[in-house]
Nanobody
Framework: QVQLVESGGGSVQPGGSLRLSCAASGTIFSINTMGWYRQAPGKERELVAM???????NYADSAKGRFTISRDNTKNTVYLQMNSLKPEDTAVYYC?????????WGQGLLVTVSS
């Protein structure tokens, strides 16, 4: 089992920034991917950004140039720096961890971008 503890959500005005964090604990395999998905009201959950333990990253087109994913493997923690936030970024953001056909989700963080 892997437990994911998320922090950093909240409300921000358009153009603002937020930093999300997700710390994993439990049975952590060294080769894994950690990332962030989001789900807006009435929409399906979608990938925002993902980072592998060997350094590869992947971003949704909507996140490219504005969001940066990073991780600290010594702390089993992944971060998502979100800049230039837009109202359409409003969603519940979920941390995701996967390895060896196992995957786990965080409980979700609400991010609201509104003036």
């Amino acid at each position: 089992q892997v437990q994911l503890v998320e922090s950093g959500g909240g409300s921000v005005q358009p153009g603002g920034s937020l930093r999300l964090s997700c710390a994993a604990s439990g049975t952590i395999f060294s080769i894994n991917t950690m990332g962030w998905y989001r789900q807006a009201p009435g929409k399906e959950r979608e990938l925002v950004a993902m980072s592998s333990s060997v350094g590869a990253t992947n971003y949704a087109d909507s996140a490219k140039g504005r969001f940066t994913i990073s991780r600290d493997n010594t702390k089993n923690t992944v971060y998502l720096q979100m800049n230039s936030l837009k109202p359409e970024d409003t969603a519940v953001y979920y941390c995701h961890w996967a390895s060896r056909n196992l995957n786990f989700w965080g409980q979700g963080l609400l991010v609201t971008v509104s003036s």
